[in-house]
Every structure is written in structure tokens, then in C-alpha cells.
Nanobody
Framework: QVQFVESGGGLVQPGGSLRLSCAAS????????MSWVRQAPGKGLEWVSD????????YYADFVKGRFTISRDNAKNTLYLQMNSLKPEDTAVYYC???????WGQGTQVTVSS
């Protein structure tokens, strides 16, 4: 079955960086566009970024442009999110999944606080 395992979250100070990873299994990873979404405390899911199967087309929500970078390694069935210049408002659980899908992993908690 389709599975996603997110990792790499943690507690970081404002201005810091984290790199999230998402290990995917149960489908042909290289054939699908992928997404990162997040859920802040008390809020709904919020789209963060998409990447197409080849990695050549990338899209970001306005609030992360210039700070976050999505990438993928199709040989490793892994999706990444490099997060720089983190802000307290980036605090959320981050999830990965197929673009347009409704299946997500368990998520990884990112907390930005001094």
C-alpha cells in the first residue's frame, strides 16, 4: 500500500534551517508529482510546495518563496524540503504525499521558537 514516512523535523530558533525528508513506498514514485503540506496548531491543512515527476517544475506558496526548496531523488523514492530562514509562523506538522492525493504520512513536527 501507499506509504509516506516524514522525518527531519525538530525545534529550531527563528532564522534557522531544517531539512525534511519523505520516504515513499507502495507506488512508482518517479511517475507522480508530489506535494508538501503543513498543519499549524488549530488550523487546517495548508499547501506548501509541489514538484513534478522529473523535478523540473516546482511551485511554492507565496509565504515560503525564497526560503524553502523542494527536491526529489527518484532513485531513492525520497522527497525533500529544505527550509531556511524559518519563522515562528512556520511552526506546524509537515506532511508529504502525492499531489492531489488524500493519503499522508504521520508527519514531522517543526517548531520555530527562541
Amino acid at each position: 500500500q501507499v506509504q509516506f514516512v516524514e522525518s527531519g523535523g525538530g525545534l529550531v530558533q527563528p532564522g534557522g534551517s531544517l531539512r525534511l525528508s519523505c520516504a515513499a513506498s507502495g507506488f512508482t514514485f518517479s511517475s507522480y508529482a508530489m506535494s508538501w503540506v503543513r498543519q499549524a496548531p488549530g488550523k487546517g491543512l495548508e499547501w506548501v510546495s509541489d514538484i513534478n515527476p522529473s523535478g523540473r517544475s516546482i511551485y511554492y506558496a507565496d509565504f515560503v518563496k525564497g526560503r524553502f526548496t523542494i527536491s526529489r531523488d527518484n532513485a531513492k523514492n525520497t522527497l525533500y524540503l529544505q527550509m531556511n530562514s524559518l519563522k515562528p509562523e512556520d511552526t506546524a506538522v509537515y506532511y508529504c504525499g502525492k499531489k492531489g492525493g488524500s493519503t499522508w504520512g504521520q508527519g514531522t513536527q517543526v517548531t520555530v521558537s527562541s
